[in-house]
């Protein structure tokens, strides 16, 4: 049966996580869709994916709470099928797991393995009068018994079946086991959305190769691979043509581009590719590494128009010994020496970093560094949040010996702080007149407002005006880039009017 026969159906995906998450439900909505499935909310959807986070435990619990309702859904509904990728999908052991406490789970699988999605919906999908229903698979007895074979110690995207005949749920590894050669498990590239959104993650790096104690993200998702050039060169220009003014290049560690590479090219050598790019105006990137991050580089991103002045580049703690035990791989002075040559050799680029609270043996004199550190560097943007304890991390067999109050405490001591200090940075942009590329209409507070943000990647808002109302700066819509004269800031965003240029 080939996919044109089958009836479509509606799908549901939820994600929490990362902008790499964003990325990854991006794609699985293109392909979907390209099957002509249609999107709905998860009450009416017939297939949900959940796309989960295990970096930190307040996503991973909202997962497990969505898994424990869509188990009470199922039983309610024969045409219902769900499917589990993300962080929270890691080797064998841990999809048994899952398998264990979440029966209803028909599909786990990962972004790399994505591909074999029109091939699970189908066997899976299978519509009557216009209704779908889960097919049910009995197995011999003595199939039901056997371990799922493994293939090169790789975990394959899993079919999780119903009710063998003696009773006993199995879960098998794809139902067509491919032959060598036959179908390796890749990103999925042959992406083509009906539309992008003015601003489109594209990631150019997958994995990561650092081992900080803190963090599951190597053991979920693997060893860095780059992309190609000419394979990120096609996905960027397709996501151009549907409607992108803005890609946002991602990587766990993305000044680590091209180093598992043949021509070993590096990140600005691709931005310089892509500056190339027609109707392309803006090119971001995130998550910087300190030691990857050479003069070289930054000099010849800093020439390029279309690069936005800013830098995402986690610290995590401010005091060497909190940061051994962590793992991170630099020392404080390296960390400090390389902002200050971003801020020499890139000037006016503005500054965002990560920050752990109460790691694993903080002590009171070790935060009050962190503290020291920002001020000192006097970053535009740091997220915070405190340190959660993560199976299967190396900290997670230490004592989380830090009270959750005090972790608390010290998380509104750097909020409190930064909140001074950004409001302090924005203040500078008073008056000033910014070029602002629209991302859509905010509605909150009762009050119609455009977002966006500006090259320093400043949160910006300005009000959404019809025809004829005092200022109405013209037709205004997402994509578009528009001066706006800042006229109000706040720690976390500035205020402004449109104007003409």
Not at 130 to 156: M, N, R, S, Y
Not at 168 to 192: D, F, N, Q
Not at 369 to 384: A, G, Y
Not at 470 to 485: C, F, M, T, W
């Amino acid at each position: 049966m080939t996919t044109t026969n089958i009836p479509r159906g509606k799908y549901h995906i939820w994600t929490v996580g990362c902008q790499m998450n964003q990325a990854d439900s991006q794609r699985i909505q293109t392909m979907l869709e390209e099957l002509g499935w249609e999107e709905s909310g998860m009450d009416q959807a017939n297939l949900v994916v959940l796309n989960t986070c295990s970096v930190r435990k307040a996503p991973e619990e909202k997962a497990h709470n969505q898994l424990a309702q869509l188990k009470y859904a199922k039983e309610k509904r024969s045409d219902l099928l769900v499917a589990l990728m993300g962080c929270m999908i890691g080797n064998q052991k841990t999809i048994d797991e899952l398998n264990r406490r979440y029966p209803h789970i028909d599909l786990f699988m990962k972004v790399e393995q994505a591909d074999i999605l029109p091939r699970f919906l189908e066997e899976r999908w299978t519509p009557i009068s216009g209704a779908g229903c889960l097919d049910i698979e009995f197995l011999p007895d003595e199939l039901a018994t056997q371990a799922p074979p493994v293939l090169d110690e790789e975990v394959l995207p899993t079919f999780a079946t119903s009710l063998s005949r003696t009773g006993k749920r199995s879960v098998l590894p794809m139902a067509i086991v491919p032959k060598p050669g036959e179908r390796i498990a890749h990103y999925p590239t042959k992406i083509e959305p009906a539309k992008a959104s003015p601003t489109a993650w594209l990631p150019i790096v997958l994995g990561c190769n650092k081992v900080c104690t803190y963090c599951i993200v190597p053991y979920r998702r693997g060893r860095e691979r780059s992309r190609p050039i000419d394979e990120l060169m096609t996905e960027a220009r397709l996501l151009v043509s549907k409607g992108a003014r803005e890609l946002t290049l991602l990587g766990q560690t993305v000044e680590s581009y091209g180093l598992d590479l043949v021509e070993k090219p590096d990140l600005a050598d691709l931005m310089t590719s892509l500056s190339e790019i027609d109707g392309l105006d803006r090119i971001r990137f995130m998550t910087s590494y300190p030691r990857y991050m050479t003069d070289s580089m930054i000099e010849r991103m800093a020439h390029l128009p279309k690069v936005c002045e800013h830098l995402n580049i986690p610290v995590q703690a401010g005091d060497d010994a909190t940061l051994k035990r962590m793992k991170r791989g630099y020392e404080l002075d390296e960390y400090i020496e390389r902002i200050e040559r971003v801020r020499e050799l890139w000037p006016g680029i503005s500054l965002s970093t990560d920050v752990i609270v109460g790691f694993c043996g903080e002590t009171e004199e070790e935060f009050q560094h962190t503290l020291d550190l920002l001020e000192k560097i006097r970053f535009d943007v740091v997220h915070v949040a405190a340190y959660s304890v993560r199976p299967g991390t190396v900290a997670a067999r230490w004592e989380d010996d830090v009270p959750l109050e005090e972790k608390k405490r010290r998380l509104h001591a750097v909020e409190d702080l930064q909140a001074k200090i950004a409001l302090e940075i924005n203040q500078q942009y008073l008056g000033k007149t910014e070029e602002v590329l629209i991302e859509d209409l905010n509605t909150s507070h009762g009050r119609q407002q455009w977002k966006g943000r500006n090259r320093t990647n400043k949160l910006v808002f300005f009000p959404h005006l019809a025809e004829g109302e005092q200022g109405y700066p013209g037709n205004v819509e997402p994509g578009d880039l528009i001066n706006v004269r800042i006229e109000r800031v706040t720690p976390w965003s500035l205020q402004g009017c449109a104007v003409a240029v």
